[in-house]
């Protein structure tokens, strides 16, 4: 990009909201752009942008344009890393059954990558609706799965979006019954395409049973036609099955709906309205993201998406009661809001990315965090627009802004008034999936490393960094090998840092299969006060997923109660270095059911010994096994590649689940081991001549196999352990 473009683009996004920013509550809203990766997320918000007038041209991911795509690494790579968020406006302009006039929205723009699903998740936890944006040729696709129960997690509701309509492969009937049979969605088009792949010309809305084509579009204004004979009678269908799904969820148009009375334009709408705010429904929009599409879209958005005041009062604990409380969606309500994201700013420093419930915060204010209990100093506060800030004064309910100052706030803390306190729900992250090793280059970048991977830490909850107290290596980890590059690419470009980067190394974790029991007795006497730590613990196998559990069953005094979490802490830090192999033992329940103390010996670090050498001589019988990750796995490919890829596929220990035919491509579903995808995906264009796509996400953990288990042992200089 010349310097005279990127002038001209920087100024395009230079963009004033403080002027509009006394739109009643009403008339904001707060959404998200989600899909699979390459569905058009990006492109969709672009042109939204566009046509609210907010760019002055249109972007191109391909070209590293794009608004929302600001970094180096996403426009070289044209895929989205981290959310951004921008805000735009846009006007109805007639009277409907949610007001006119000007409507603000807050776009946060999310990656489709499964690798950076952290910012999708934390994105949707602060959200009030949400655009799903399909590929019209595919419909369904494993991420729109995934970031589809995440928004069912949330109760975030949503519109959905058939895009690439004019893309040859477009099937319409075939996508909408994806989302209702595979996503068990009540979902139904509001419009229909007028044409379908190349042959596209505009589209019907079904609310109005009238048509917009692409020739009818002056001035950017949609020119209303009439329905053409032709397309009248399946137009007239898809209503009635439109009509007959929204009817129930308003009483007034369900009685005329029953009656056989015609409804009104306002009254349908009204009904979709309930539907959508309720969860209950979701209205299928589609097209090519051109013109009519995308300002239907804009009246849908404005339309059928709730405002914060449509949504029930955040719930949360009050940290001195230990009761629920509820904060609603008003200026006059206490001070509360969730920081959802970090990002450190080369400009403003540390950003930390809120979303605020209720009341209103200004700068230079006190608040409490309530999550580390400490009191922080709002330094400023910034409306944000990609990566552009804009300086305000004060932040209201409702809003997505970022706060400049506060030093122990992170992803998931809660921040109040401090006369009225609060914890808000938090932020759950998937636990990491692949490691590597990691060294600066030379001696000089040893310290920089350091500052680097602290800060990144800090932005990204699904990272992890640890160092292996036996070769000295620092080891970090992520949802995949996408992430871990992206991350190391950001420490040369931001910070300075040369790092060498080690082969991946698959997380794996260890578990038990059966009962054990375990004493540890831990008694050191010297010349002065001796030490003395004595416990007996019992251990369970737990349910695959649900992590450590540790039950104190001690009566009587057996172990006096200080010395619990010291017993307590000795059995997480062993079972979080392994036993088997060094990997963390998980899905564990440990039971401290007896003891002895001494009156003048015993200490919190003798009876934390103790523990850790009960809880691994319990383990040590209990059947300790090796668990692997498994992923799922999805490739689209041209049919004559298809016996080759499933073949390379059945050599790694996968098992294929099905195939499926759509949008001209072959799609090939499996679950695999991750520790035999390294380099899969250029194993996958070897095969497929370049042509095949693959998508892996982490899906479970299985047992490995008892001969491979064997290996990974013996590599990790363990005693194999005979089975039982």
Not at 154 to 166: A, D, F, G, M, S
Not at 240 to 264: C, P, R, T
Not at 540 to 561: C, D, Q, T, Y
Request: charged share 25%; aromatic share 6%.
């Amino acid at each position: 990009m010349s310097q005279v473009q990127a002038t001209k683009k920087k100024a395009a996004l230079v963009f004033t909201a403080t002027k509009d920013r006394n739109l009643p509550m009403e008339k904001i809203r707060n959404i998200g752009i989600i899909a699979h990766i390459d569905a058009g997320k990006t492109t969709t918000t672009e042109r939204i942008l566009f046509e609210t007038g907010r760019t002055y041209r249109l972007g191109s991911v391909d070209e590293g344009t794009t608004a929302t795509d600001w970094m180096e690494q996403e426009r070289e790579r044209g895929i989205t890393i981290v959310s951004a968020a921008i805000t735009t406006f846009w006007t109805l302009k007639k009277q409907t059954s949610v007001g006119e006039g000007q409507y603000r929205i807050n776009i946060i723009d999310t990656p489709g990558h499964i690798d950076f699903t952290a910012e999708v998740e934390r994105s949707l936890r602060v959200l009030d609706g949400a655009v799903m944006v399909f590929d019209g040729r595919t419909g369904v696709e494993s991420q729109s799965e995934t970031v589809w129960h995440q928004a069912d997690k949330y109760n975030v509701p949503r519109i959905c979006v058939l895009n690439k309509l004019n893309l040859i492969g477009a099937d319409f009937e075939g996508s909408i019954k994806s989302i209702q049979e595979r996503l068990g969605a009540n979902a139904a088009p509001v419009v229909y395409p007028i044409g379908i792949e190349h042959s596209l010309r505009g589209v019907v809305d079904l609310v109005k049973m009238k048509a917009y084509t692409y020739s009818s579009i002056e001035d950017n204004k949609l020119i209303e036609e009439e329905v053409s004979s032709d397309l009248l009678e399946i137009c007239q269908r898809y209503r009635s099955e439109l009509l007959e799904k929204v009817a129930e969820f308003d009483d007034d148009v369900l009685a005329k709906y029953l009656n056989g009375e015609e409804l009104k334009e306002e009254e349908i709408k009204r009904a979709i309205r309930k539907g959508v705010v309720s969860g209950k429904f979701f209205p299928i929009f589609g097209g090519d993201n051109r013109t009519a599409t995308v300002q239907l879209l804009l009246d849908g958005v404005v339309e059928y998406l709730p405002s914060p005041v449509d949504l029930p009062p955040v719930k949360g604990i009050n940290p001195k009661t230990g009761q629920e409380e509820s904060r609603e969606s008003k200026y006059e309500a206490p001070f509360s809001a969730l920081a959802f994201k970090v990002m450190t700013d080369p400009h403003v420093g540390r950003l930390v990315y809120l979303r605020v419930y209720s009341g209103i915060i200004k700068t230079g204010q006190q608040v409490l965090n309530t999550t580390k209990s400490v009191n922080e100093r709002i330094g400023k506060l910034v409306l944000l627009h990609a990566d552009q800030r804009e300086l305000i004064e004060e932040a209201y309910a409702g809003e997505i802004v970022a706060a400049v100052g506060l030093k122990d706030t992170t992803t998931g803390h809660t921040l109040c008034d401090p006369a009225n306190p609060i914890v808000l729900e938090s932020i759950k992250f998937p636990d990491p999936v692949i490691s590597l090793a990691i060294e600066p280059a030379t001696k000089s970048d040893q310290e920089k490393m350091g500052i680097a991977l602290s800060k990144l830490l800090d932005e990204d909850p699904t990272f992890r960094v640890k160092s292996n107290q036996e070769t000295g290596q620092t080891i970090v980890s992520g949802m995949g090998e996408l992430q871990l590059e992206i991350l190391v690419d950001r420490m040369k470009r931001e910070f300075g840092v040369e790092a060498k980067m080690g082969a991946p190394q698959v997380a794996y974790r260890e578990t038990i299969k059966r009962t054990g029991k375990g004493e540890g007795k831990y008694i050191r006497q010297t010349g002065g006060r001796g030490q003395y730590g004595h416990c007996f613990v019992r251990i369970e196998p737990l349910g695959r997923g649900e992590g450590i559990k540790f039950v104190s069953e001690i009566k009587g005094g057996a172990i006096p109660a200080e010395f619990i979490p010291a017993v307590e802490k000795g059995v997480k830090e062993k079972l979080e270095n392994g036993i088997l192999a060094g990997y963390p033992i998980t899905d564990i329940a440990v039971y401290l059911y007896d003891g002895t103390y001494h009156e003048v010996d015993s200490s919190e670090i003798a009876f934390k010994i103790a523990g850790s050498m009960a809880v691994e001589q319990a383990a040590r019988q209990a059947d300790l096994v090796l668990l692997e990750p498994i992923v799922k796995v999805e490739v689209a490919t041209p049919k004559e590649f298809m016996g080759d890829i499933i073949g390379d596929l059945s050599s790694k220990r996968a098992q294929i689940q099905g195939t499926e035919e759509k949008g001209g491509m072959t799609y090939i579903y499996a679950f695999a081991p991750l520790a035999e995808l390294s380099g899969y995906v250029t194993k996958i264009r070897s095969i497929s001549q370049g042509r095949a796509v693959p998508y892996i996400e982490p899906s479970h953990y299985e047992e490995v196999p008892k001969n491979i288990a064997d290996q990974i042992i013996e590599k990790a200089g363990k005693v194999v352990m005979p089975r039982s």
